[in-house]
């Protein structure tokens, strides 16, 4: 089974300064990880995606993630972040062969202070 | 990028009555429905998958006889929310994918609160 912990519930930044947001995922067998934001009562919006390849994936609005196979990692980066970046960040991972089904984490709430 | 309409966007309903939540792929036709439900603050949930023209398959834990899920059409699903109580109140959404390692897509969401 797989399981994905985003390490930090909440994280309040200032605008201009980078940001860091943290996912650890725990698989038996290979999977596909992804990162969605989510602004207040909607749907998700996919950011990025690594599926295989370089282990550095670019998304859109900026922000950037690193693939690290040895600390199941897949922490999500932007190096200047904006007040409309504020929203719920969600990492989640997909088995590889199990088609969309998708295991989420707990969710990081992004604020951006002026 | 693909269009997904959910409806309604926010529901309010008495206690005991049933409420229904669409779905539909505008512009491309879903073999696969996935279904998601969200507690304020929380993480999404994977409720149950279904393919079209058959029954759905439902997550450990969700009742399958409350939360009826209809896959008629490539094009639209449906969950149906019966008998609602308060503890039911929830963001629902759904997810349609066109093959099996296609692109996810998301609707809008539903926010379903039950009095």
């Known amino acids: 089974a797989q399981s994905v912990t985003q390490l930090d519930s909440q994280v309040p930044v200032f605008e201009e300064a980078p940001v860091e947001l943290r996912c650890n995922y725990s698989?038996?067998?290979?999977?596909?990880l992804f990162w969605y934001v989510q602004y207040p009562n909607q749907g998700l919006q996919l950011l990025l995606k690594?599926?295989?390849?370089?282990?550095l994936v670019k998304g859109i609005n900026g922000f950037e993630a690193e693939f690290n196979k040895s600390q199941t990692s897949f922490h999500l980066r932007k190096p200047s972040v904006h007040i409309s970046d504020t929203a719920e960040y969600f990492c989640?991972?997909?088995?590889?062969?199990?088609?969309?089904?998708?295991?989420f984490g707990q969710g990081t709430e992004l604020s951006v202070k002026p | 990028g693909a269009v997904v309409s959910q409806h309604p966007s926010r529901v309010i309903c008495k206690s005991g009555t049933s409420v229904k939540i669409e779905c539909r792929s505008l512009?491309?036709?879903?073999?696969?429905m996935f279904w998601y439900r969200q507690f304020p603050k929380k993480s999404l949930m994977l409720m149950a998958t279904?393919?079209?023209?058959?029954?759905?398959?439902?997550e450990q834990g969700v009742e399958k006889d409350k939360f009826l899920i209809n896959h008629a059409s490539l094009t639209l699903s449906t969950l149906t929310v019966t008998s609602a109580h308060p503890e039911d109140s929830s963001f629902y959404i759904c997810?349609?994918?066109?093959?099996?390692?296609?692109?996810?897509?998301f609707g809008s969401g539903t926010q379903l609160s039950v009095l």
């Open positions: 989640a991972v997909r088995h590889y062969n199990q088609g969309g089904k998708l295991i």
């Open positions: 698989s038996s067998v290979s999977v596909y």
């Open positions: 690594y599926l295989s390849g370089s282990t």
């Open positions: 512009d491309f036709q879903a073999t696969t």
């Open positions: 279904s393919n079209e023209g058959s029954k759905a398959t439902y």
């Open positions: 997810s349609p994918q066109k093959d099996s390692n296609e692109k996810l897509f």
